[in-house]
């Protein structure tokens, strides 16, 4: 299917004509000029990560005499709150608990697809982040299927309504069981209570389904902009929402300069007023920490908050930092937001979202993830409950106004925490501005004495596998734990996103090319505390977690994956640690290969991509499928 400046593979246009509407398509054209600016922001990107490693050097703040790129503001300005900011929206002054996952499930009929709608509606959570990327799979067509089932709902559907009523009275019977009590009194009005957002897809990544009229693949990150907002915002204006947004892997406020002309653009498109389209940004990047202020001022009237995430920003820091042979992270266990770099990043978004604009304004502060689940031993469950517990009341008294939650039942544990205080947010809690010194910069790559194991390697191998293994079943985001634990019900599966890879990745190759020093004896391997986490080491260790794998009850690993994309994940982790050269992405080496079970295809794709990175630095991230490697 063709538009003016689109092409759409193969019959998806017809297929799907119910997201590719003729006022999609409309907008979708006009924004499709953006995709060589995004490719040429992409370029630029790998060329400072280039550089930064060539030149053994770390990130730093702007210069404050500097301006904003692609905008007429001065960093010193935005650091000073000389800006137009936002207004935060009634339904977005109180979000005291936000869930997250995708409108959709791989390989499922309508009717069971769009459950995953109706748990967030009906969970009590404040707002539902509905996930167009780390978390939704892109098997087949799972991002159309995703649009299609947030419209249904959106719109109140019959067919959506229909499985509301019938998940409404799972829910509650599993609330009486675990909680005591119902927690849906109302489902119809219960619909209504959560104020709906989407996670675009970042500017890193290209739509598997539409080419621009050069052939070259089209942004994700417009792809997703359009069909959501195109075909939700009368819905949602008419019932009195919010249209919101998440945006991810911002690394520079010239990023989000392109980012705010993108919203602005669709919204003079579609007739509706600069500042109607609200955004969440998730500081999932170092460099961006360095540039909060003059992100916030980028976005402008767009911008309400920041979300500190854990996964992302420990893998960006390890890339920023993988250059330098005494940086080296420990267990991941040990990175919690209290550790080292991570309380320093955390520190500076709560005082950057504090800092009043020109006119007095202030911004949202949305904390981390939990990703427990309510699911396992007694023992199990009541310890896992009190650390998530814990963690949101330090979150709560750090002046955050609410924090993520990865599964439904997860809102009535943990909403209490803020529900006991009352306040319906921090906005404008006092805390020392934000300074531009070289301690602040040291700091945010604090690496503090933590633990290096045998037993963390495992862990990180383990989960490694299982989620490259998930993600090319079409799960994203995955219910996962080390194989060690397997069958042990005391240890809880936690919910893991693309993030979860992606961080696991990247510490074992520090751990590999860094020549991490271990901490503890490890009468299993013969490891001695002092030795040196080497290749040959990681390369035992992978033949013997995969293994584990392969011998799993197919509760854990489906056997019908054991044969076809477990094979190719073990690839792609074997490849990714080996290389002296880092991979920018894990995603990338997952993305050339769904909708693939050829494991020679498979090695061949990985090989052409590392190939490409190492001779000029091109990732390769069209969709193979559509696009044939030239």
Same mark, same amino acid.
């Given at each position: ?22 006022? #999609? ?21 790998? /060329? ?14 702007? /210069? ?68 167009? /990327? ?28 229909? #499985? ?32 709906? &957002? ?20 089209? %942004?994700?990150? &417009? ?80 911008? #309400? ?27 991941? /266990? ?40 309510? #699911? ?93 293994? %998930? ?96 094979? &190719? ?62």
């Amino acid at each position: 299917m063709t538009n003016k400046d689109i092409l759409i593979q193969n019959n998806l246009g017809e297929v799907y004509s119910d997201i590719y509407t003729p006022e #999609v398509l409309s907008s979708l054209s006009s924004l499709a000029h953006f995709n060589k600016q995004i490719k040429e922001a992409m370029a630029e990107r790998i /060329e400072r990560r280039t550089t930064r490693q060539n030149e053994k050097r770390r990130i730093t703040f702007l /210069e404050d005499t500097s301006v904003i790129p692609r905008t007429n503001i001065k960093v010193r300005d935005a650091r000073a709150g000389n800006f137009n900011g936002s207004l935060i929206s009634p339904d977005l002054q109180r979000q005291w608990i936000q869930g997250t996952g995708p409108a959709a499930k791989p390989n499922a009929k309508l009717e069971s697809s769009i459950r995953n709608v109706a748990y967030a509606l009906l969970s009590g959570a404040d707002g539902w982040m509905f996930d167009g /990327e780390d978390a939704l799979g892109q098997i087949a067509a799972m991002s159309l299927d995703n649009q299609r089932n947030l419209k249904l709902a959106i719109h109140k559907d019959p067919v959506f309504m229909k #499985v509301a009523e019938q998940v409404s009275d799972e829910m509650n019977r599993w609330a009486i069981g675990f909680l005591g009590h119902p927690i849906i009194d109302d489902w119809k009005e219960q619909l209504n209570f959560t104020t709906k &957002i989407f996670r675009a897809r970042g500017l890193h990544l290209d739509d598997r389904h539409i080419c621009d009229a050069d052939g070259l693949a089209l %942004a994700a990150s &417009i792809v997703d902009l359009v069909l959501y907002v195109v075909n939700n915002y009368k819905a949602l204006q008419n019932s009195g929402s919010s249209i919101v947004l998440y945006l991810p892997k911002i690394q520079t406020a010239g990023e989000a300069a392109l980012w705010n002309e993108m919203i602005t653009a669709l919204e003079q498109k579609i007739g509706i007023s600069v500042g109607s389209i609200k955004v969440y940004v998730l500081v999932e990047q170092l460099e961006a920490t360095f540039q909060l202020m003059e992100i916030r001022a980028a976005l402008g009237k767009h911008f #309400v908050g920041y979300n500190t995430g854990r996964w992302d920003y420990i893998n960006s820091v390890a890339d920023a930092m993988s250059w330098d042979k005494d940086f080296i992270n420990p267990n991941i /266990e040990a990175i919690v937001m209290t550790y080292g770099y991570m309380r320093n990043y955390e520190d500076r978004v709560r005082r950057a979202v504090n800092t009043p604009d020109i006119n007095g304004n202030f911004a949202l502060w949305q904390g981390g993830m939990e990703p427990n689940i309510p #699911v396992g031993s007694e023992e199990g469950v009541s310890t896992s409950m009190k650390k998530a517990v814990a963690g949101a009341e330090r979150e709560q008294t750090s002046g955050a106004s609410g924090k993520w939650v990865a599964h439904w039942k997860m809102v009535h544990i943990v909403r209490p925490v803020w529900e006991k205080v009352g306040k319906a947010n921090q906005l404008g809690r006092n805390f020392p501005p934000l300074t531009y010194s070289q301690s602040d910069a040291d700091g945010l790559v604090l690496i503090e004495p933590a633990p290096t194991s045998i037993r963390g390697a495992r862990n990180l191998l383990s989960v490694a596998l299982q989620y490259g293994n %998930a993600f090319g079943q079409g799960m994203q985001a995955a219910a996962l734990k080390p194989a060690d634990f397997f069958g042990n019900d005391d240890i809880l599966y936690l919910m893991e996103d693309m993030a979860t890879g992606e961080i696991r990745l990247s510490i074992l190759w520090e751990w590999v090319h860094k020549g991490a020093i271990l901490m503890e004896n490890d009468p299993e391997t013969g490891v001695k505390e002092g030795d040196v986490f080497s290749l040959e080491l990681f390369k035992r260790l992978l033949d013997e977690e995969y293994q584990k794998l392969l011998n799993a009850r197919d509760k854990d690993v489906y056997d019908s994956s054991k044969t076809t994309t477990l094979p &190719i994940s073990r690839e792609i982790v074997a490849t990714y640690i080996s290389d002296e050269v880092k991979a920018p992405w894990f995603i990338d080496l997952l993305n050339i290969n769904l909708n693939n079970t050829n494991l020679d295809l498979a090695r061949e794709r990985i090989r052409i991509y590392m190939n490409h990175f190492k001779e000029d630095g091109t990732r390769i991230t069209e969709n193979l499928d559509f696009n044939s490697l030239k």
